[in-house]
């Protein structure tokens, strides 16, 4: 077999955001279908004061792949030092039958899409039919993805927008309405929580950023930010009442949202996760009042079957370099 090398650029290129959406949808369902291998991901911290690389990887038995990301951040001297962003990522994806490498490919666009998808996969699945106003509090990178794949599955007529940084804020503002012809309300997280019914919080805040009392009744919550034990944006009482639906229970309660809600005891128990409500074994929304919270901290599934649309979508169009990678004698 040979490997094929997809560039960033090619990746670029190959990325639809329809094709993300049914490749993290199926990866929800296999995850809950015992179609999953997923081990712990594993963290290197190096000599730059902050800098690390993870280790995500993956087996999907329904398609027969294993993906191996690896995701470096913190770098900060590498743009003046070796003219390098201080991010990168890196995605091999391995033939599950006969273990041969079927393709490295850039990685540091797919983590941003499937991340989008996955907030666009539960808004499907739980907000309300009518939900036509999103909120965004935080508007870097990953607010705009949310808004690139909530187009997707729903018509959006306003978007509400908070940030602590103006510069920030303006530019996703012109970026909104020059990409989607969108125009953004922009206020206070207070005011942007109350407009919504979708509310979709992407920020490193390490503290409550959301209230209960600013949410209203119906909202659906899409949760991004915490996916480490540290962060924080949701206000436990906001689970007290609400449908919780997570993307993995053993993740979400040890690094999520969720593990603040069952330390302030506002959360028992086992939580619904998503792929069980896609299934049909769980219920999601049960009505128009109540507020559903999405709690997503990023499985490896999802780059498995993310990369593995990638790499289909790849040679059908016949882009990438290939090689052979262990020669005929390996």
Not at 127 to 143: K, L, N, P, S
Not at 209 to 222: Q, S
Not at 249 to 259: I, P, S, T
């Amino acid at each position: 077999m040979e490997t094929l090398l997809l560039t960033k650029a090619q990746v670029r290129a190959l990325l639809r955001m329809p094709d993300v959406i049914d490749a993290v949808e199926a990866a929800f369902r296999a995850f809950n279908s015992d179609q999953v291998e997923q081990p712990d991901y594993m963290g290197l911290h190096l000599a730059p004061k902050g800098a690390e690389i993870d280790f995500k990887a993956a087996l999907d038995r329904a398609g027969e792949m294993v993906s191996l990301k690896a995701s470096s951040g913190g770098f900060r001297d590498n743009p003046a030092r070796f003219g390098m962003p201080n991010g990168m990522g890196t995605v091999l994806l391995f033939d599950a039958r006969s273990g041969a490498l079927a393709c490295v490919m850039d990685g540091s666009l797919l983590t941003g899409f499937r991340t989008g998808a996955a907030g666009a996969v539960s808004a499907r699945a739980l907000a309300r039919r009518d939900a036509h106003r999103v909120g965004v509090i935080g508007t870097g990178t990953q607010a705009r993805m949310q808004i690139r794949a909530l187009r997707e599955v729903m018509t959006i007529e306003t978007v509400h927008a908070a940030s602590r940084s103006p510069a920030g804020l303006d530019a996703f503002c012109a970026d909104m309405q020059g990409e989607f012809g969108l125009t953004v309300v922009t206020g206070s997280p207070e005011e942007v929580a109350a407009a919504a019914d979708i509310l979709v919080t992407t920020t490193r805040a390490t503290g409550v950023v959301v209230r209960a009392d600013w949410v209203r009744p119906g909202t659906h919550i899409i949760a991004i930010g915490a996916d480490q034990a540290d962060k924080q944006e949701l206000d436990p009482d906001l689970f007290r009442d609400a449908r919780i639906v997570v993307d993995s229970q053993a993740q979400c309660a040890a690094k999520g949202e969720l593990q603040h809600a069952l330390r302030a005891g506002t959360a028992d128990g086992l939580q619904t996760e998503l792929g069980e409500v896609l299934l049909g074994r769980k219920p999601g929304r049960q009505n128009d009042t109540q507020i559903t919270i999405f709690d997503s901290t990023g499985m490896a599934i999802q780059d498995t079957t993310t990369a593995a649309a990638i790499l289909t979508r790849a040679r059908a169009q016949g882009i990438g370099t290939s090689f052979n990678f262990f020669g005929q004698d390996g």
